[in-house]
């Protein structure tokens, strides 16, 4: 089993780096990936220098083709956009839709199960991917008519390639705002713990008896 896991940032993979055994570091077409094993388990992961969507999409395909990637996991960070979400609390992605692809990607069934077990508390819902980063009521409330529950900047580019490939795939993200007028103050402020907080929900998930 060789898991491709997808950070948001760089924290994130210095916190997993800390968690597996055996890593090798390969540079791939100017990318850099991270290959350590977890258990009985191969964890391939890496993180785009920069949050836009052809760079994210571009790092998943290039690692899903270079190390045969079996599942596909997207860790990030997302804004809350109704009631149902708060700051810190874990989103699991059961579909990712966009303004470009409106019609949703449905997450891997198994996937998601999974990583509502070892976490329970989280939240299971739509995701949307924006093309900006969301700060104002008007904006968040277009975002929740959809009938999402939280708004990210990238997860999409991850569940297309999955979907090219016919890989399971599941996003596991943390909220750091509430996408209002305050919503880069809080997200600088959360943006940390945030990262700490899914790559303990990750770790959970794959250590588990369930994976």
């Given amino acids: 089993m060789k898991i491709g896991v997808i950070c948001s ?8 780096l800390e968690e597996l055994e055996n890593v090798v570091q390969e540079n791939v077409e ?20 920069e949050r836009e969507i052809r760079t994210v999409e571009n790092i998943t395909e290039v690692m899903v083709e ?4 079996s599942h596909l996991i997207a860790l990030g960070f997302a804004g809350s956009v109704n009631d149902l979400t708060a700051p810190l609390n874990i989103v699991i992605a059961n579909s990712v839709f966009s303004d470009d692809v409106p019609t949703p990607i449905l997450s891997d069934e198994k996937l998601v199960q999974i990583f509502d077990k070892v976490y329970p508390s989280n939240v299971v819902g739509k995701i949307f991917t924006s093309a900006y980063f969301i700060d104002n009521i008007e904006a968040k409330q277009k975002i ?15 569940a297309i390639i999955a979907k090219k490939y016919n890989l399971p795939f599941v996003s596991v ?8 007028d305050t919503a880069l103050k809080i997200y600088k402020r959360n943006e940390f713990l945030a990262a700490e907080k899914i790559v303990d929900v990750l770790i959970s998930g794959l250590k588990s008896r369930y994976y």
């Fill in 9 to 16: 940032i760089k924290y994130e993979a210095e916190l997993l």
């Fill in 66 to 69: 270079r190390y045969q990637i």
């Fill in 144 to 158: 929740s008519d959809k009938g999402a529950i939280a708004v990210d900047l990238g997860t999409i580019s991850v």
């Fill in 30 to 49: 100017g990318q850099t990936f991270y290959i350590g094993q977890l258990k009985n388990k191969q964890i391939v992961f890496g993180y785009p220098s």
């Fill in 173 to 180: 993200s943390a909220i750091t705002d509430n996408s209002n």
